[in-house]
């Protein structure tokens, strides 16, 4: 007898009632790029279709998202004045903050996420307090308290720690609490590897480190048990949902922390890996509809529960069309 798995990919409707991975349009969140000043909307040269926003423009592309049907949103400030303690990051009136205030005024149905980091602030580019030339963990933890309450204060829905400093989610969950904000959830980037997907970011953001790198406090990309580490101490810390980033390139760590942990995960897909298509797209080299869609499938399948990605609103169509999910 001649075993026939090709039964079930005979037609489309057999084939759709058959897909083992499932996709929704609430399960995507797009990051957006807020920036000081009045009435700019500019297009982010290494991230085509990307926008740096002020805080009156930032509506429009809440707007757009909340059109194709995303109800979430990931938050970068970028501020006009940086020193090396990363001031505007807690500021009450900085960039960010505005920034929540403006769309959550208007636009209360949607989620605010914000990232909770001092890179964008500090006038060194590195996520936290420096000793010398190194970043001093335990004195920056006090910092990034500050910064997640006062994103609380504006009105954030969700709190996104992704300095990858050691006890930040119970330091940001004391926090939280004690200053009446328990039912504010935090959104771990547990597991965020020293990756250079990150290179269009760092233009969009203004966060490439003035001297050094990250190593010593991101993660190496040779591990993966080391992963599991990182996202099961912060489970025990009190994390709400963990986080994978990158993504792609990630897909064994992301099958790996999902096996081993309960909590909803999400994926990053990065900057390098959205302008990556983005540039053999306009190559003529792949389909970029066809990619964008095959890869994001490939990010659920590993197991992903929730997606961050520049191509939100694009892969919330697809879900809608049927052409995925």
């Known amino acids: 007898m001649i075993n026939r798995p090709r039964r079930l990919r005979t037609g ?39 926008y740096h926003y002020s805080p009156d423009m930032v509506g429009e592309g809440v707007e757009n998202a909340l059109k194709a049907g995303v109800k979430s ?19 009450e009136n900085g960039v960010l903050q505005q920034g929540i205030r ?31 030339e ?5 004195r920056t933890l006090p910092y990034l308290e500050k910064i997640a309450l006062s994103h609380a204060r504006a009105g954030a829905d969700i709190v996104a720690p992704s300095d990858m400093m050691d006890g930040r989610i119970n330091a940001l969950r004391t926090a939280l609490d004690k200053n009446g904000f328990t039912d504010i959830p935090v959104m771990s980037y547990a597991v965020k590897y020293a990756s250079s997907f990150y290179g269009p970011f760092r233009e969009a953001a203004g966060s490439t480190p003035a001297f050094g790198d990250r190593k010593s406090y991101q993660m190496d990309y040779h591990n993966r048990r080391e992963a599991v580490k990182e996202a099961l101490l912060d489970v025990e810390e009190g994390a709400d949902i963990l986080m994978v980033k ?8 992301i099958k790996e922390v999902r096996e081993k942990t309960k909590l909803p995960l999400a994926a990053y897909s990065v900057s390098g890996e959205y ?29 992903a529960d929730i997606l ?18």
Do not use: W
Not at 73 to 91: C, I, Q, R, S
């Open 12 to 50: 489309e409707v057999l084939r759709k009632a058959v897909r083992e991975t499932r996709l929704s349009t609430d399960s995507l969140i797009q990051p957006l790029f807020i920036i000081e000043g009045n009435n700019i909307k500019k297009e982010i040269s290494s991230l085509p279709g990307q």
């Open 73 to 91: 949103v990931l938050l970068f400030g970028l501020p006009e004045h940086k020193d090396e303690k990363g001031t505007e990051a807690y500021n």
């Open 102 to 132: 403006e769309i959550k005024q208007r636009y209360p149905q949607m989620q605010v996420i914000t990232d909770i980091c001092m890179c964008e602030y500090t006038s060194h580019g590195h996520c936290g307090i420096l000793e010398g």
């Open 134 to 138: 190194k970043v001093d963990n335990d």
């Open 246 to 253: 990158p993504a792609l390139a990630y897909l064994d760590v």
């Open 275 to 303: 302008a990556m298509i983005k540039a053999a797209a306009s190559q003529g080299l792949i389909d970029e509809y066809g990619v964008m869609c095959e890869s994001a499938v490939s990010i659920f399948r590993a197991g």
């Open 308 to 325: 961050i990605t520049y191509f939100a609103k694009e892969i919330s169509e697809a879900i809608k069309k049927g052409d995925i999910g």
